[in-house]
């Protein structure tokens, strides 16, 4: 069965190694097929092309959307979209220009409250690639604020928490129509993170959802019963990923850690040539 991870992060967002950096690990760790999903950006995708040229590993092009609905966030992956769709890239220059902003907000709200950290530091974290609260987090760490990121995160920056500051919400619904646009495939990630996920997989199997992520590193064998059978009313493919942010990280996966569904790589191929063809 072939070694698979089609959910991970690289420094053109959130993620702490660089496309090749992960290539180079896919490598020594013997997968066969990784997609890179970074937040709001396909900016690592070329980067890991060339890295794994000439090499067996399959690169898969991916996105991770950011929606948001009024119980949260809504996270959706999107694989196989067009790289060259100006329209598409046009939308994430956006989000990563909103990324950007809120950060600064962020910063300035955490400085209402004491807690004074530079934004250049923030940015040095995020390295040109889309802004995210783990870079704030990793300032926040840098200054003396928090003892890692897990900390800063409970302590100022999660969703509840006093230093936050939210995206311009973006629905589930037109995530994945963006997705479709681009000729992706539309799939639900992590639903246990998923504000009731059973009544969101079927709001979203009416705006055309292809899949849903099964196997996570935070899913025990009663939440990926209940998905597959969701899966299996609803039609949609099962995938699966770690969710690899980095080396290091206590809270995250390890890259590979996860083996997604048997036969999801084709099945997704499959629904991405439909997508193409106009089906
Ligand atoms: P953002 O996209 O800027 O809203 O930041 C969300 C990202 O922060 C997620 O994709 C995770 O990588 C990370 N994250 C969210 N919550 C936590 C948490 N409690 N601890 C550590 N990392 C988190
Ligand atoms: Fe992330
Ligand atoms: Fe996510
Ligand atoms: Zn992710």
Same mark, same amino acid.
Request: with cysteine; glycine share 10%; hydrophobic share 40%.
């Given at each position: 069965m072939p070694h698979v991870d089609l959910h991970l992060h690289t420094t053109a967002s959130d993620g702490q190694q660089s496309p090749a950096e992960v290539v180079l690990l896919a490598h =020594?760790?013997?997968? &066969?097929?990784?997609?890179?999903?970074?937040?709001?950006?396909? &900016?690592? #995708?070329?980067?890991?092309?060339?890295?794994?040229?000439?090499?067996? !590993?399959?690169?898969?092009?991916?996105?991770?959307?950011?929606?948001? &609905?009024?119980? +949260?966030?809504?996270?959706?992956?999107?694989y196989g979209v067009d790289l060259n769709? /100006?329209?598409?890239? $046009?939308?994430?220059?956006?989000?990563?220009?909103?990324?950007?902003?809120?950060?600064? !907000?962020i910063v300035e709200k955490l400085a209402s409250l004491g807690v004074q950290i530079a934004w250049e530091d923030v940015l040095g974290f995020a390295d040109g690639g889309a802004v995210g609260r783990p870079h704030i987090a990793?300032?926040?760490? $840098? /200054?003396?604020?928090?003892?890692? #990121?897990?900390?800063?995160?409970?302590?100022y920056i999660a969703n509840d928490k006093p230093g936050y500051v939210a995206r311009k919400r973006l629905?589930? =619904?037109?995530?994945?129509?963006?997705?479709?646009?681009? +000729?992706?495939? $539309? #799939?639900l990630a992590h639903p246990i993170l998923v504000h009731d996920y059973p009544a969101m997989t079927e709001r979203l199997?009416?705006?055309?959802? &292809?899949?849903?992520?099964? #196997?996570?590193?935070?899913?025990?064998?009663h939440t990926e019963a209940t998905i597959q059978a969701l899966a299996d009313r609803f039609g949609l493919i099962v995938t699966g990923g770690s969710d690899f942010h980095g080396l290091g990280l206590p809270v995250k996966a390890m890259l590979g850690s996860v083996n997604p569904p048997k036969g999801c790589v084709e099945a997704l191929r499959q629904r991405i040539a439909a997508r193409r063809s106009g089906g």
């Open positions: =020594e760790i013997g997968l &066969d097929c990784i997609a890179i999903t970074d937040h709001d950006t396909t &900016d690592g #995708v070329g980067p890991a092309l060339e890295a794994a040229a000439g090499s067996a !590993l399959e690169i898969i092009p991916g996105i991770e959307l950011s929606a948001e &609905d009024e119980n +949260g966030d809504v996270h959706i992956l999107g769709n /100006a329209d598409f890239q $046009a939308q994430l220059r956006a989000f990563r220009q909103n990324r950007y902003d809120r950060g600064l !907000l990793r300032a926040l760490v $840098a /200054a003396g604020h928090a003892a890692d #990121v897990k900390d800063a995160f409970d302590r629905s589930p =619904e037109d995530s994945i129509a963006m997705i479709h646009t681009a +000729g992706g495939v $539309a #799939v199997s009416r705006a055309g959802l &292809d899949g849903i992520e099964k #196997v996570y590193p935070r899913h025990d064998a």
